[in-house]
Structure formats: structure tokens, C-alpha cells
């Protein structure tokens, strides 16, 4: 931690949090067991991005495409989604967080719906950590969204072809109240970007580690900020450029 510039840190950080049912499966447990116990992690993260002094932290908690697994993992996430957020606000509100949730969540249980506009709504007036939960969320789902609404504004002539720019697209994004991540983080040792904020993480750096997200703790984040640190953002300039400001 001491090692840490505090003047250079991320303002928003994306995780991919990937691995609890293999982590389960190598105790010869069931896959859920992992998802729960992945649970602890959210909480040691989260409590110790607020610390730092990290601004914006986005949680990839369920994908689109995760609908697609075996029925009783799906209803056992759902449910542990629901326990979860309600049991948590009541700190997460003392400590000041702000929860956003992303995603197509018309595909949600009625009882989780309720559960996150509750805890949206309860949350909404905090000043510190904006958390934001990805949850039955896919970057290509919400490009398409994006793209209907900006079809919808050309249609009804409030919007001109030639005026679409980047902003256009970006305000019409589900992330349009946040940065960009600067600093993508994915665990268990998968390469990729499984459909998470494809347009957004254009210039992110991408951290990965074998690291089993039900054991990822605050060591693992500052060891993903140092290598952060270490690394020189050149966003397309020469390496000379960026350190005369040229
Ligand atoms: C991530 O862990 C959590 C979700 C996708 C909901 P996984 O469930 O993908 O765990 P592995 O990758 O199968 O180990
Ligand atoms: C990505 O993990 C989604 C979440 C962590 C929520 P997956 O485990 O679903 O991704 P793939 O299938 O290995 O690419
Ligand atoms: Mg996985």
C-alpha cells in the first residue's frame, strides 16, 4: 500500500469477476458454493476501493449469455443476488456508496427488480464510491440500445446523421454518467473480455490474474494498481511525446 502513488490512481476501475466455480469445484463443492463464498470478495473490494480512494468501480456480476447456464445455477445467483443487496445496503449506505446497475434487467425476477430500485433509490443521494453492478449485462446488448436511440432521434429529425460523434454515442451508453475505466481487471486466469464494456475500455489496461475471485482480496487490488502504475498510457503518441507533455 505505502508503495502506491496516490496521485495516479485509477478513477475508475472494471472487474470481470471470474472463477468462483472452478475454485468450488477444486474443494469438491458445488459450483454455488463458489458464488457465495465470491460474495466475501465483493465486500473486501469494495470496502477497500472506497479506502484508497478509487471514484468509480464496475462489477461484471452476471452476463448476458450466463442466462444460458444450467437452471438451478441461474435461480441460486438470482437469489443470492437478492439476499445479498439487501442485507448489504445498510452498510454500503453508512459508508457513503452510490449502487448503479447496468444492464438488461427487464430479464430480472420481479423480487430482484425491487431489490436493486430499492437499493438505488436508498443510495442515490451518496457522495463517495459510485459502485455500478453489470448485471445481466453485455456490451453488445447495450450498443444495440444505444443504436435505437439514436436511430429513434434521427427518425423523429431531432438529430442529424453528420452531428453523431463519439459524445453522441457515449451519452446513449448505460455508462454515460461515468469515465471510461482506466485499469480492467479480470480473475481466474481467462484471457478475455467475455462482452464487458467493449466500446468503453477502448484505452484501459488490462490486468489478469490466476487468482480465483472467491480468494482475490485488497493485496490482489494493490498488486493490480502498482502493475497499473508501472505501465506508460500512451493513447496512440510516442513514448517521447508523453514525457515532454509534446
Ligand atoms: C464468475 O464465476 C461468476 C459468474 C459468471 C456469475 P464463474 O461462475 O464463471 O466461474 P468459472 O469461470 O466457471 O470458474
Ligand atoms: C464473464 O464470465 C461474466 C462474469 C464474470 C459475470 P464468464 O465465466 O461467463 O465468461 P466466459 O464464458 O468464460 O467467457
Ligand atoms: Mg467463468
Known sequence: MENLDLNRLPKHIAIIMDGNGRWAQEKGQDRLYGHFHGVQSVRNIVEAASEIGIKYLTLYAFSTENWDRPAAEVAGLMSLFVDTI?????????????????????????????????????????????????????????????????????????????????????????????????????????????????????????????????????????EALLDFQSRERRFGKTSVQIHTND
Open 86 to 222: 439487501s442485507k448489504e445496503v445498510p452498510d454500503l449506505h453508512k459508508n457513503n456508496i452510490k449502487l448503479h446497475f447496468i444492464g438488461n434487467l427487464s430479464l430480472l425476477p420481479d423480487d430482484a427488480k425491487l431489490a436493486l430500485e430499492q437499493a438505488t433509490q436508498t443510495t442515490s443521494k451518496n457522495t463517495g464510491l459510485e459502485l455500478i453492478i453489470a448485471l445481466s449485462y453485455s456490451s453488445r446488448w447495450e450498443l444495440i440500445q444505444a443504436i435505437k436511440n439514436i436511430a429513434e432521434m434521427v427518425h423523429l429529425g431531432t438529430l442529424a446523421p453528420a452531428d453523431i460523434k463519439e459524445a453522441t454515442l457515449e451519452a446513449a451508453l448505460s455508462t454515460s454518467a461515468f469515465p471510461d475505466p482506466e485499469l480492467m481487471i479480470r480473475t481466474s486466469g481467462e484471457y478475455r473480455i467475455s462482452n464487458f464494456l467493449l466500446y468503453q475500455l477502448a484505452y484501459a489496461e488490462l490486468y489478469f490474474t490466476e487468482t480465483r475471485w472467491p480468494d482475490f482480496r485488497k493485496k490482489d487490488l494493490i
